[in-house]
């Protein structure tokens, strides 16, 4: 006879919970490297490190979330892409000071535990942390009854990868004559969904097979599109070339998140048409009546990702990054500085 649950009147359900480590326990051990030496479901996620090929190892760490874009998942009724953007939301941000991810964890929170919903968003997690060479160890997923909606989550995650000292990449080493390599964006990532939500979804009423002609697919499949990973091009290029700097394009776009790397004597000049727009952005930036300006500092506008490169190795670092299947541009150069100048210039 099954037990009489308090608890599970509640809303929380224990039974539940031991399912669904039962169901992801697959596709966690897949994300699972030599290191790895715990199963799911310990306390804690062990990993070993060797180091022996380091003089000097630095552990390097991020923490994220998906912000809004969760909001798009539940009204599109599609979560195995959400967790994809978790983990590259965290280690693109790692590999910007020339770190190798190791490993993974995420916290994921929800109203009522849907096994399917849950599933598909470790699912996406997962596939995030193949992509990007790194182990899922460990995470936390927590019944919330009251806190969220019963068909609402959120999403936070932690990376952790390693660098040895003298490899550190901080943009110290950036001069003028630099060239500056945008890696093309996979869309609008995860970032400035709240007024993606507030044009496309409440001003223009876009239900999600809404078809885009301009994207060749529907409201949901675009807006959907999950954040690109850099991890496999980027740890290729540090091998083969002397990047002076990289920075992640996410919120701020590229005037905060160059800027974050520039030494004072240097600045960016970015060229604006140097680069294809996904059309995403032009239905945007009509559609809500956003001026450029506004745009280039909420949105990534098509480039995720910026290496800084000596100009010698220009030509040969966009060879290898499309003979990598990854689209890149000459987007801009790094000139002196002048007094009172901004640090990032857009022409």
């Known amino acids: 006879m099954a037990r009489h649950s308090r608890y599970k009147e509640a809303g929380v359900d224990l039974d539940k919970a031991n399912e669904l480590v039962k169901r992801i326990q697959p596709l966690v051990r897949q994300t699972f490297h030599a290191n790895v ?15 022996s090929d380091m003089k000097s190892p ?17 009204w599109a009724d599609k979560h195995d892409t959400v967790g994809i953007d978790l983990v590259a939301m965290c280690v693109n941000d790692i590999i910007v000071q020339g770190a190798r ?15 399917e919903r849950v599933e598909a968003v470790v699912r996406g997690i997962a596939e995030g942390c193949k992509q990007a060479c790194c182990s899922l160890i460990g995470g936390e997923t927590a019944e919330m009854p ?17 660098v040895d000292n003298p490899q550190i990449i901080d943009g110290s080493t950036i ?33 999600p097979d809404t078809y885009l002609a301009e994207c060749g697919r529907t409201a949901a499949e675009e807006l959907l599109e999950p954040t690109q990973i850099y991890v496999d091009p980027v740890m290729k290029l540090l091998k083969q070339f002397d990047i002076s700097g990289m920075a992640h394009i996410t919120g701020g776009g590229f005037e905060d998140n160059l800027e974050r790397i520039l ?23 009509e559609a809500g009546k956003i001026s450029e300006e506004e745009m280039l500092h909420v949105f990534n506008c098509g480039i995720g990702y910026v290496v800084v490169v000596r100009e010698r190795d220009l030509e040969e670092v966009l060879d290898r990054l499309a003979g990598m ?13 002048e007094e009172d100048a901004p640090p990032v210039r857009l022409v």
Request: hydrophobic fraction near 40%.
């Open 263 to 285: 030494p004072k004597p240097c600045q960016a000049v970015v060229e604006k048409a140097s680069w294809e727009r996904p059309p995403i952005f032009s239905i945007l930036q």
């Open 101 to 115: 991810p190791l490993f993974f964890l995420d916290y994921l929170a929800v109203g009522s535990m849907d096994l």
């Open 146 to 162: 009251g806190f969220y909606g019963p068909n609402e989550y959120d999403l936070a995650g932690f990376a952790v990868g390693i």
């Open 58 to 74: 630095v552990l390097v760490s991020s923490t994220d979330g998906v912000g809004t874009k969760l909001k798009v998942a539940f």
């Open 175 to 207: 001069h003028k004559g630099d060239q500056i390599i945008g890696l093309a964006s996979s869309g609008l990532h995860s970032n400035g969904y709240s007024l993606v939500r507030r044009v496309l979804l409440d001003e223009m009423k876009m239900s």
């Open 325 to 337: 299947g990854q689209k890149a541009y000459r987007i801009g150069e790094v000139v002196t500085r």
């Open 37 to 51: 030496i715990t199963d799911i479901g310990g306390f804690g996620g062990l990993y070993s490190l060797d180091c």
